[in-house]
């Protein structure tokens, strides 16, 4: 079964410009959850997707969104990019995003911001 | 928020150690998972273990819920065990909120 894929895995825009990253999960999961990773910060969570509905968001400001398509695919989009938004962005799948489940994380997409 | 902290930051060892990193976090969890993020940025979930024991090979793991803390055990260390191990839990809300708060890693450098 492939794992969680990630596109791209790299990724380097200047400020202002927005960046879309796509995440598809394992085959059979239906949740999708979005990670920061920065040096300062750590592991940060962003948003979860379930059957194309949000049902958490993390403590970001309004230019980090998210959608998940009816395939279970999912993309977030960052727009008017900052210097500190300059990250590893993981994505991790589990079957039904409950707590009772493992999740599975992609191997991210590293943006810098020039 | 619930607090997770992990101990030690950093830890190095000679090839052929074992060592125990430990996880508290400050209320009740529905979920607890210890990841292995490898020098190339990788999260690779070792194990889901809101409560318990397990074993897998050279590693295994210990949740005690009723007092708030984990064990991650790493017997006969090999170089390649090298990298971030992280904790991440999920709040016991009542229901699941769908997300993990990690704490802030150990850091384990095994030397040949």
């Known amino acids: 079964k492939a794992g969680v894929t990630q596109t791209p895995r790299y990724l380097i825009k200047t400020r202002g410009q927005q960046v879309t990253l796509s995440c598809s999960p394992i085959s059979g999961h239906r949740s999708v959850s979005w990670y920061q990773q920065t040096p300062g910060q750590g592991l940060q969570f962003l948003f979860e997707y379930f059957s194309e509905t949000q049902r958490n968001k993390g403590n970001f400001p309004g230019r980090f969104s998210g959608r998940q398509f009816s395939n279970s695919r999912s993309e977030m989009n960052v727009s008017t990019l900052e210097l500190g938004d300059s990250a590893l962005y993981l994505c991790?799948?589990?079957?039904?995003?409950?707590?009772?489940?493992?999740?599975?994380f992609g191997d991210g997409t590293r943006l810098s911001i020039l | 928020g619930i607090q997770v902290e992990q101990s030690p930051p950093d830890l190095i060892l000679q090839e052929g150690a074992n060592s125990t990193l430990r996880c508290n976090f400050s209320?009740?969890?529905?979920?607890l998972q210890w990841f292995h993020q490898n020098p190339w940025g990788q999260l690779i979930n070792l194990f889901y273990?809101?409560?318990g024991t397990k074993q897998n090979g050279r590693l295994s793991a210990t949740t005690v819920a009723t007092e708030r803390y984990s064990l991650l055990y790493i017997s006969s260390s090999q170089t390649t065990d090298s990298g971030v191990y992280f904790c991440a839990v999920e709040l016991d809300s009542g229901g699941s909120n769908y997300k993990l708060t990690f704490g802030k890693g150990t850091l384990l450098t095994v030397n040949p």
């Open positions: 991790a799948s589990s079957e039904t995003g409950a707590g009772n489940q493992p999740q599975h």
């Open positions: 273990i809101p409560s």
């Open positions: 209320d009740s969890v529905n979920n």
